[in-house]
T-cell receptor
Framework: EDKVVQSPLSLVVHEGDTVTLNCSYE??????LLWYKQEKKAPTFLFML????IEKKSGRLSSILDKKELFSILNITATQTGDSAVYLC????????????FGKGTLLTVNP | DTGVSQNPRHKITKRGQNVTFRCDPI?????LYWYRQTLGQGPEFLTY????????KSRLLSDRFSAERPKGSFSTLEIQRTEQGDSAMYLC???????????FGSGTRLTVV
């Protein structure tokens, strides 16, 4: 069975800190890894990673994938209170090209 | 509005009652997905439609659950004889062909009392 494990499960930081969120996976026939941000309701798409070693960036957020070691990290620099959310990692794998397996998420709290 | 729309936003029902949720995907998206999310967990896959065809159902989807997508447009998820364990957020998402970056709706939060 496909497995996605995120760490830490929760994290409290102060505004301006830099954080690194981790996602490791054990899946058959890996296709892609995705990061989502979930505040009160709907998860919103952040990044999709398919190739090892290529960093995706969007403003203060960046992510990279290591397909050899089967993990990804999501970095957030100069954190703001608006970054407080659950960050979800998901993997698309196996014979289907549509179903995602999610981790439990990391709850990030950024205090002023 | 170009997002994924779900109704109702909240539903409280008594155990044993039937409930139905609706999802309106982004109009040009031919793929539609239902996921369920409980507190402290990531979303879990329930079922997937490509146009009007339901191509996969998770084993999480017992016989009490049924989903439809008539004419490949909106979709409904019905739960019959609800149980307390059905209490969760039910998320709908859609995507265009060959794109894994789903757009999620805001979800329907079901509470079974």
């Amino acid at each position: 069975e496909d497995k996605v494990v995120q760490s830490p499960l929760s994290l409290v930081v102060h505004e301006g800190d830099t954080v690194t969120l981790n996602c490791s996976y054990e899946v058959t026939n890996f296709r892609s890894l995705l990061w989502y941000k979930q505040e009160k309701k709907a998860p919103t798409f952040l990044f999709m990673l398919t190739s090892s070693g290529i960093e995706k960036k969007s403003g203060r957020l960046s992510s990279i994938l290591d397909k050899k070691e089967l993990f990804s990290i999501l970095n957030i620099t100069a954190t703001q209170t608006g970054d407080s959310a659950v960050y979800l990692c998901a993997v698309n794998s196996g014979g289907s090209n549509y179903k995602l397996t999610f981790g439990k998420g990391t709850l990030l709290t950024v205090n002023p | 509005d170009t997002g994924v729309s779900q109704n109702p936003r909240h539903k409280i029902t008594k155990r044993g009652q039937n409930v139905t949720f609706r999802c309106d995907p982004i109009s040009e998206h031919n793929r539609l997905y239902w996921y369920r999310q409980t507190l402290g967990q990531g979303p879990e896959f329930l079922t997937y439609f490509q146009n009007e065809a339901q191509l996969e159902k998770s084993r999480l989807l017992s016989d009490r659950f049924s989903a439809e997508r008539p004419k490949g447009s909106f979709s409904t998820l019905e739960i019959q004889r609800t149980e307390q364990g059905d209490s969760a957020m039910y998320l709908c998402a859609s995507s265009p062909w060959r794109d894994y970056g789903y757009t999620f709706g805001s979800g329907t939060r079901l509470t079974v009392v």
